[in-house]
């Protein structure tokens, strides 16, 4: 599973009432919904060490699990 893979499964399932959109996961991490739709496609594989823990802390789970390390959130 790619970073983008688990980006946009955690996005898709971060509340039980309804997801998070790329939108408000850009607003929330700082950066922009371009970025998070091309890492969600895979068209952009990586992003910048200062904006994972962002991304980490918006969508409720670990930077070890956006990377791969863990299997779970």
Known sequence: ?????????????KTVIRS????????LAGVSPVTISR???NIQ????????IPLADALGVTIDYLLGSEEGE
């Open 20 to 27: 998070m959109s790329q939108r408000e996961l850009a607003i």
């Open 45 to 52: 594989i990586g992003v910048k060490s200062d904006k994972i």
């Open 1 to 13: 599973m790619t970073l983008g893979d688990r980006i946009k499964e955690a996005r898709e399932r």
């Open 39 to 41: 890492l969600e496609t």
